[in-house]
């Protein structure tokens, strides 16, 4: 499967803890994105990567999330002290640089369940 | 704040027809519009992208209109199948200045598609 991959597909956690995910995209897209999106609404957009440098953040991005991407192939997105707001699907999505930038590929996501 | 929204939450239809899914934006600076379409368990799929230099572009059995006079953009899904089901986003990318683009997609409601057999 060559598609954008997210690991875990499924997380279960209690308020207070930490939660990482981990995105693979396609390979050779040097643009990666995370959203989040809630039940019934579309996706919101988190964070924009271009290789390793993270170019834009959204407001939504609390201090207690943090993504990165070292070597510019996957990337982790954590959630520190989770709150029971934090309970949505995690989406991550990537673009090749010969595409149109809205063109992206999304992966299957992290569904998160903060009890 | 600018957004992108839906006029019809879902959408009902029998096998063979054609569907017709509506959305409108506000943001004028968005220079391409893209509709997605997410199953149940699933990201979303691409289907289909529009520029704002285009007003029509069709695709195999899918056809996107837009009206930058109204701030309209349409879906067309002819002769619609039971795998059609699914909901339907439509998706918008601001241009920043100097032209470039981040992919900040700025997602729409969606609406339910159900196809009867």
């Known amino acids: 499967d060559t598609g954008v991959s997210q690991d875990p597909r499924h997380k279960i956690t209690k308020r207070g803890q930490n939660v990482t995910f981990r995105c693979d995209p396609i390979?050779?897209?040097?643009?990666l994105y995370w959203y989040r999106q809630t039940l019934g609404q579309g996706p919101e957009f988190l964070t924009y990567f271009q290789n390793e440098a993270q170019l834009e953040k959204s407001r939504l991005l609390s201090d207690r999330f943090s993504a990165e991407r070292p070597k510019g192939s996957f990337s982790t997105l954590e959630i520190q002290r989770t709150e029971q707001g934090d309970s949505a699907m995690y989406l991550c999505?990537?673009?090749?640089?010969?595409?149109?930038?809205?063109?992206?590929?999304f992966g299957p996501g992290t569904r998160l369940l903060v009890l | 704040g600018e957004s992108v929204g839906l006029h019809l939450p879902t959408l009902s239809v029998q096998e063979g027809d054609n569907s017709i899914i509506n959305c409108a934006y506000s943001n004028s600076a968005s220079d391409y519009f893209i509709w997605y379409k997410q199953e149940s368990g699933k990201g979303p799929q691409f289907i289909i992208d529009i520029r704002s230099n285009m007003d029509k572009r069709q695709g195999q059995r899918v056809t996107v209109l837009l009206n930058k006079t109204v701030k309209h953009l349409s879906l067309q899904i002819a002769a619609t199948q039971p795998g059609d089901s699914a909901v339907y986003f439509c998706?918008?990318?601001?241009?920043?200045?100097?032209?470039?683009?981040?992919?900040?997609?700025?997602f729409g409601q969606g609406t339910i598609l159900t196809v009867h057999p």
């Open positions: 999505a990537s673009s090749s640089p010969g595409q149109q930038t809205g063109t992206q590929y």
């Open positions: 390979s050779e897209h040097n643009r």
């Open positions: 998706a918008e990318n601001p241009s920043r200045a100097g032209g470039t683009s981040y992919g900040k997609l700025t």
